[in-house]
Each structure stands twice: as C-alpha cells, then as structure tokens.
C-alpha cells in the first residue's frame, strides 16, 4: 500500500530516538521523547489552499524538523508514518 498526499501534506517517516547520550549515558523507554526529526517519504502536489498558490518546499529524502503537536500518525502494516501539513515543517536539516 502506498499513501499519496493531497494538496500541501507531507508524508513523514521519524527518524529513530539515540538510545545512548553522546557521554554514554543509556537512557530507558519511558524517559525518551519522541523526536521530531524525520525522513520526507512523499510529498503532495501543493495548490490553492485558502486563495494562495502554495509551492512545495521539501522533497522526498530531505530530513527535517517537524512541530512537535503536529501531524495525524498512521500505521500501515507495521510501518508508522506522520502526515503533516508543509507549514508544520520548521527546518530542512542539511
């Protein structure tokens, strides 16, 4: 199954959470935060979204930093996905 956005929705993959801190310090499940980084894996077509012309910024592979209340989670099979609105997209990181 393939998710395609509409209109200005991105599809996002998050990256996975370090498990170790830089300094070596092994941090348990329920103390680490969903991060708000992610991998683009689709982008929508952009459009007219509230009488402005909207041209998609983000590409598929660019990895960027997402608002952290943001987005509807979807599971397809067992691959979990977000799917944001592009304004909800704060950085591309390079």
Do not use: C, H, W
């Not at 959470?17 to 683009?40: D, Y």
């Not at 910024?57 to 609105?85: P, R, W």
């Amino acid at each position: 199954m393939k998710l395609v956005p509409l209109g200005d929705r991105v599809v996002l993959k998050q990256l996975i959470a370090e498990e170790t801190t830089k300094s070596g310090i092994v941090l348990p499940g329920q103390t680490k935060e969903k991060p708000q980084q992610a991998e683009v894996v689709a982008v929508g077509p952009g459009g007219v979204v509230d009488g402005k012309e909207i041209k998609m910024e983000v590409k598929v592979g660019d990895q960027v930093i997402y608002s952290k209340y943001a987005g509807t989670d979807v599971k397809i099979e067992d691959d979990e996905f977000i799917i944001v609105k592009q304004n909800d997209i704060l950085a591309v990181i390079q």
